[in-house]
Each structure stands twice: as C-alpha cells, then as structure tokens.
C-alpha cells in the first residue's frame, strides 16, 4: 500500500503531552518526516530520519518509529504548536512521495 | 538565506495550461533534487512530482501522469513545472520543495526548504 494513515484531530490540554501517529505499509522501509503547517503558511519540517530536528524546532518535537508506525511526540505542547501535522514518505516502490491526510492539533 | 521562490499561478480554463516557475537561491541547487507538491483549498498536502539532481531521473503521481511535465534548469537555478489538460481538481496552491534522503539506521527521506506558495485555480 502507498497510503499513510493518520487521526484527523487530536487535541492535548497546554504543557502536556501528545503523539500523533501515522500508518503504513511503507514506514516499515522508511522513516517519515513530519510537518508542521499554520494556516495560510507553507509547510515546516519538524522531524525527520530516525529521530532528527532541523534548526530552530524546539527539542519538545521528538519522533519515533515501530513497526508500520511513525509518532511525532509533542512534550509539554505550546499553544503556539496547534496547527495542521502531516507525516510524510516514500511509497513502498521509494519512487513516489506520499502524505498523511493531516491531523489537526487543538491546544486547550 | 536559503530560498525557494514559486511563480506562475494563476486563473486558467479547464483544458487550458500553465506553467509554474520556482526560483532557488542560497543554497547549490544543481546538488538538490526537488520536489512539486500541492495542496487543494481546505484539504491535505499531495505529492506531485520529483525530480532528481541532473534531471535525469524524474517521478509523477498517477493524479498528473502525462498532464504535468517536470524540469530543471541547474544553470538559471530553477525548477519547472508545465502543467496540460488542466481539470479543476488541479485546483491547488502548488509548492516547491527541496528534497533530501539517504540511509542512516534506515532510508531517510524529507523535504526541508519550501516555497511559499503559488495559486493555481482551474475554472470556466
């Protein structure tokens, strides 16, 4: 399958902890990368590799990986951190791209 | 600053073409493979289109497949997209993206410098 699956929504109460977790057959050859993206804005990288933050993400970001499941860990969320999350791979072929449908984050 | 600059956007009839531009700087873009990717109003992102250093490798996703054609000028730092046959659910804002992989304890694989954007709307 060249899907990846993910909640459409999750929400977390502010300083707590979240995962966001997304599905697929492809995630078993390769790690995802995860998006943030804010409304009106073009998507930021926040994870990527084995468990890797690009310059400027906040060390709260951590993902890990088992199996067919990729999560993205939010520690201590911030409100600045709801916005819209995407996992990201290659499909089982490595030849084509491959999203998540998204999972909205609400901070309360 | 690295930067990654989409343009073309626009208003077309369906049937009608369009050719996107992305403008790189700060960055060897002759060493990057690149990515188009969109995102239709209100709904998730989709990969589009990759496209490998030299050119010479290049994908498309069953959605664009013989529509869209992907290319590169490594000499004018620019990455193309021509967009044909153009439907309205092509409707989308169409991003650039800088594109990198490789294997560390298993294949990585991220796109890490986008553009902002460039809107595409297909309607009569």
């Known amino acids: 399958s060249s899907e990846l699956t993910q909640d459409p929504a999750v929400s977390v109460a502010l300083g707590q902890t979240v995962r966001i977790t997304c599905q697929g057959d492809s995630l078993r050859s390769y790690y995802a990368s995860w998006y943030q993206q804010k409304p009106g804005q073009a998507p930021v990288l926040v994870i990527y590799g084995k468990n890797n933050r690009p310059s400027g993400i906040p060390d709260r970001f951590s993902g890990s990986s088992s199996g067919n499941t990729a999560s993205l860990t939010i520690t201590g969320a911030q409100a600045e951190d709801e916005a819209d999350y995407y996992c990201?791979?290659?499909?089982?072929?490595?030849?084509?791209?491959?999203f998540g449908g998204g999972t909205k984050l609400t901070v309360l | 600053e690295v930067q990654l600059v989409e343009s073309g956007g626009g208003l077309v009839q369906p049937g009608g073409s369009l050719r996107l531009s992305c403008a790189a700087s700060g960055f060897t873009f002759s060493s990057y493979e690149m990515n188009w990717v969109r995102q239709a109003p209100g709904k998730g992102l989709e990969w589009v289109s990759y496209?490998?250093?030299?050119?010479?490798?290049?994908y498309y996703a069953d959605s664009v497949k013989g529509r869209f054609t992907i290319s590169r000028d490594n000499a004018k730092n620019s990455l193309y997209l021509q967009m044909n046959s153009l439907r309205a659910e092509d409707t989308a804002v169409y991003y650039c993206?800088?594109?990198?992989?490789?294997?560390?304890?298993?294949?990585?694989?991220?796109?890490?410098?986008w553009g902002k954007g460039t809107t595409v709307t297909v309607s009569s």
């Open positions: 990201n791979s290659r499909d089982s072929s490595g030849n084509h791209g491959v």
């Open positions: 496209i490998s250093s030299s050119g010479s490798t290049i």
């Open positions: 993206a800088r594109d990198s992989s490789g294997y560390y304890y298993g294949h990585y694989y991220y796109m890490d410098v």
